[in-house]
C-alpha cells in the first residue's frame, strides 16, 4: 500500500479501526518490519494531528515558501542531517506534503508569515520548489513559542542544552515564567535547572560544543558548576580554540571542556584516554604504584565494556605467548 493511500485511511478511519489495525500478538520484530511500524507509526500521528487540525475548523492552504520565514527564537544547535532532510525531499515529492506546518502573518511584512513549526518541511519544498500546504493562525508571540516548543520538544527530541538555550532565548525575549514552562512542559525545578545551565556557561562554549546528544542534565550541571572557578571562561576559550577540537564528535567537545576544566585548565596527560573513530573519549587509563586501571565509559560505547571482559583470555593468552617469543630470541 502506497504511503499516501495509508495516509488517506487513516484520516478516514475513526478510533475503532484505528485500534482493530492494531496486532492483536507482541512479537519482535526484524529490522525491515520495525523500520515499517516506526514508518506507519509516524503516519498515525500525522495523520491524527492533521484530522484535528481540520476539526478545530482551521483551513490549509498553500503558500509561496518564499514568503515564509522561520521563527523568531531557534531552538536547535544543529542542523537536521543532510541523509533525513534528503529522506524528506524524496518522501514529499513520491507523496506530496501530507502535514501542514503552522504559520502565522509576518507581525512586521505585510504578506508575509512566519513559522511555529514545520521548518524541515519548509526547507524541503524550498528544494523541490513546490507550494507550501499550511494553516494560518493569528498567534502572538506567547502562542507562536508554545506550539514550537510543544511540536519541536513531543517530536524532535531536543537534548538537555538545546532546552536549556531555548528557555534563555525565550527569557531573553521577554516571555514570563508561564509561557516558557507551557513552551517546554517542565515544572518550576526543571526550568530553574535550565537558566542556571544557559547563564553560568558561556553561550559562546556552548555553541562551540554542540547539542551532545549523548550528555545528559548531571553532566551539564556539573559543567556549570565547574565554571565557578576563577578564570574558567579563559581555560574554556582556549580548549575549544585548540587543535582538532572542531574535528571531535560533540560529546568528545564537551569532554574535552569538562576535564580541562576539572584538571584545572592543565591537558590531560598523554595516554590518560583512547578515544573512538569519533574522538570520543572512551578509555580512561590511570596508572599508579598499585597498577594501572582502565576505566570504560559505556555511555559513549555501549557494551563495550563487556566485550572487553569477555577478551581478557585470549588477550592475556596472545600476551604469554608474545613474552615467551622475546624470551626465546
Known amino acids: 500500500m502506497k504511503r499516501k493511500n495509508t495516509l ?3 484520516l478516514s478511519a475513526g478510533p475503532e479501526a484505528e485500534a482493530a489495525a492494531q496486532p492483536t500478538t507482541a512479537r519482535v520484530p526484524s529490522g525491515a518490519v520495525r523500520a515499517m511500524g516506526l514508518s506507519l507509526g509516524h503516519l498515525r500521528e500525522e495523520a491524527q494531528a492533521l484530522r484535528a487540525s ?23 544547535l544543529a542542523a537536521d542531517s543532510e541523509g533525513e532532510l534528503r529522506a524528506l525531499v524524496q518522501s514529499i ?5 501530507q502535514v501542514p506546518v503552522l504559520v502565522r502573518p509576518h507581525p512586521d511584512k505585510t504578506g508575509h508569515y512566519q513559522i511555529a513549526y514545520g521548518h524541515r518541511r519548509l526547507i524541503a519544498v524550498r528544494r523541490l520548489g513546490v507550494r507550501l500546504k499550511a494553516v494560518v493562525r493569528a ?12 511540536e519541536n ?21 521577554g516571555f514570563d515564567r508561564p509561557t516558557l514552562h507551557a513552551a517546554l512542559a517542565v515544572q518550576s525545578a526543571e526550568m530553574t535547572r535550565y537558566l542556571q545551565v544557559a547563564r553560568s556557561i558561556p553561550r559562546a562554549v556552548i555553541l562551540a560544543i ?11 550541571l556539573e559543567l556549570q558548576r565547574l565554571f565557578a572557578q576563577p578564570q574558567a571562561e579563559d581555560m574554556a576559550a582556549q580548549v575549544v580554540a585548540g587543535p582538532g577540537f572542531r574535528a ?12 580541562s576544566l576539572r584538571h584545572g585548565g592543565a591537558a590531560p596527560e598523554a595516554g590518560r584516554f583512547w578515544h573512538n573513530p569519533r574522538g ?7 596508572q599508579s604504584a598499585q597498577g594501572m586501571r582502565l576505566t570504560i565509559n559505556e555511555r559513549l560505547e555501549p557494551e563495550f565494556g563487556t566485550y572487553v571482559a569477555e577478551q581478557l583470555e585470549a588477550l592475556y593468552q596472545g600476551f604469554r605467548s608474545s613474552r615467551e617469543g622475546r624470551k626465546a630470541r
Do not use: Y
Open 8 to 10: 488517506r485511511d487513516l
Open 93 to 97: 515529492a513520491e507523496s506530496g506534503q
Open 153 to 173: 520538544i513531543e517530536r524532535r527530541n531536543l537534548t538537555f542544552i538545546e532546552r536549556a538555550l531555548f528557555a534563555a532565548h525565550l527569557e531573553a525575549h
Open 248 to 259: 571531535l564528535s560533540s560529546d568528545a567537545r564537551f569532554q574535552r571542556v569538562f576535564e
Open 54 to 76: 481540520i476539526e478545530a475548523g482551521d483551513t490549509v492552504v498553500e503558500l509561496d515558501p518564499a514568503l515564509v520565514e522561520g521563527s523568531f527564537v531557534n531552538d536547535r
Open 139 to 150: 498567534l502572538s508571540d506567547a502562542e507562536l513559542v508554545v506550539a514550537q516548543g510543544k
Open 280 to 286: 570520543e573519549p572512551v578509555v580512561r587509563i590511570e
Open 210 to 220: 554542540g547539542p551532545a546528544p549523548r550528555t545528559g542534565r548531571p553532566r551539564w
